[in-house]
């Protein structure tokens, strides 16, 4: 059976795009995994300025409009897709879970300062 996958229209980031930059709300865990990955962020030069959420906003959209980085397809429909966030003194691996064009989670791997 061929599955043809198309990722079109908008791109739908939401307050998802605040959870790597500390501003999480929710339960403590949630607030604590979104601080850490503000750290992960800072280890590699992007603080939370207007600069940073407009890269991280352009780097999800090229994510999400590339058709060659696609990890995994859940059996839920749901799309796993991994890319390299680049700093200004380092690297991040970043996995996103996206859901049709809405962005679910953003997932960070690599050390914190």
């Not at 962020?41 to 999800?60: F, P």
């Amino acid at each position: 059976m061929l599955t043809i996958l198309t990722l079109t229209g908008t791109v739908k980031l939401g307050r998802k795009i605040l959870y790597p930059l500390g501003k999480a709300t929710g339960d403590r865990a949630t607030i604590d995994r979104s601080q850490a990955m503000s750290r992960q962020l800072g280890a590699i030069g992007l603080g939370d300025t207007s600069d940073t959420r407009a890269y991280l906003s352009a780097h999800l959209y090229c994510v999400f409009h590339d058709r060659t980085n696609i990890a995994e397809i859940q059996v839920n429909g749901r799309i796993i897709k991994e890319s390299l966030l680049i700093g200004p003194i380092g690297a991040l691996k970043m996995k996103t879970v996206w859901d049709s064009n809405k962005l679910i989670t953003i997932i960070l791997f690599g050390k914190e300062s």
